[in-house]
């Protein structure tokens, strides 16, 4: 990066704090990837780093609602994650629990979305599976829990009603999430592993290469830096 454009998105990451970005996304996906990798880094068993992963979040959230951006979705955990041992899907699951538990201490509509038909989807968080508002509900929060690309897609096939529906992407089991304008994935991975296909077809990817538990505001402020510069036609 250059020095100009260094110091041109320092500019943008002050507007950010005092809440004057010019174009804020409407809706930003969060991948908060490395924890696994970060806990062994910190000496700590692989599944120690999911608890690590519940502050970031929170700030995030808080800098979220802060800013103003009216919607947010974060990844928590995937059908092809419980493929891990036992001991982390525990982790994962648990910290998911933890996550949402935190949340309804704030405000929050609150949204999970995930294949509940699974043992491995967590029973605590059911009743969230409507959206359902938490205290005064300023922003809109989306948690994927035990989510699968395909699950999601084929929801309607399941269900028996895919040929009653104009737009397919009504009868998905996230249809409720609308378009992603920003996707900021921490851990250095240049890839969406699955994350809600349909809503992500026009976001702007960015990768922090820091892994998740190592967030920091400043590594969210610079996404939305990039943000600015980036030119949304959305195809036209």
Same mark, same amino acid.
């Given at each position: 990066?250059?020095?100009?454009?260094?110091?041109?998105?320092?500019?943008?990451?002050?507007?950010?704090?005092?809440?004057?970005?010019?174009?804020?996304?409407?809706? %930003?996906?969060?991948?908060?990837?490395?924890?696994?990798?970060?806990?062994?880094?910190?000496?700590?068993?692989?599944?120690?780093?999911?608890?690590? +992963?519940?502050?970031?979040?929170?700030?995030?959230?808080? *800098?979220?609602?802060?800013?103003?951006?009216?919607? /947010?979705? @974060?990844?928590? @955990?995937?059908?092809? =994650? #419980?493929?891990?041992?036992?001991?982390? /899907?525990?982790?994962?699951? =648990?910290?998911? %629990?933890?996550?949402?538990? *935190?949340?309804?201490?704030?405000?929050?509509?609150?949204? %999970?979305? +995930?294949?509940?038909?699974?043992?491995?989807?967590?029973?605590?968080?059911?009743?969230? #599976?409507?959206? #359902?508002?938490?205290?005064?509900?300023?922003?809109?929060? =989306?948690?994927?829990?035990?989510?699968?690309?395909?699950?999601?897609?084929?929801?309607?096939?399941? =269900?028996?009603?895919?040929?009653?529906?104009?737009?397919?992407?009504?009868?998905?089991?996230?249809?409720?999430?609308?378009?992603?304008?920003?996707?900021?994935?921490?851990?250095? +991975?240049?890839?969406?592993?699955?994350?809600?296909?349909?809503q992500s077809v026009y976001?702007?990817?960015?990768?922090?290469?820091?892994?998740?538990?190592? @967030?920091?505001?400043?590594? @969210?402020?610079?996404?939305?830096?990039?943000?600015?510069?980036?030119?949304? #036609?959305l195809g036209g």
């Open positions: 990066m250059s020095y100009n454009c260094f110091i041109m998105r320092n500019d943008v990451a002050e507007k950010a704090r005092d809440g004057n970005v010019k174009r804020l996304p409407q809706h %930003v996906g969060i991948i908060p990837d490395g924890n696994r990798r970060w806990a062994q880094d910190q000496g700590f068993e692989k599944q120690d780093g999911y608890h690590f +992963g519940l502050q970031p979040g929170l700030e995030l959230y808080s *800098e979220c609602l802060a800013l103003g951006i009216p919607e /947010i979705t @974060f990844y928590g @955990f995937t059908v092809d =994650n #419980t493929k891990r041992p036992a001991a982390q /899907i525990e982790a994962f699951r =648990n910290a998911c %629990v933890k996550a949402v538990a *935190e949340l309804e201490k704030r405000d929050a509509d609150l949204l %999970v979305v +995930g294949n509940t038909q699974s043992a491995l989807f967590p029973k605590e968080l059911m009743r969230y #599976t409507q959206r #359902t508002r938490i205290g005064e509900g300023r922003i809109k929060v =989306n948690f994927l829990v035990n989510y699968g690309w395909s699950w999601d897609l084929n929801h309607s096939l399941k =269900n028996g009603d895919a040929s009653k529906r104009d737009n397919v992407a009504d009868g998905i089991a996230s249809a409720d999430i609308s378009r992603i304008d920003l996707i900021v994935r921490w851990g250095g +991975g240049r890839r969406l592993s699955g994350f809600l296909p349909i976001a702007d990817f960015y990768v922090v290469n820091e892994l998740w538990p190592d @967030f920091s505001l400043d590594q @969210f402020h610079e996404a939305l830096a990039w943000y600015q510069e980036q030119d949304v #036609t």
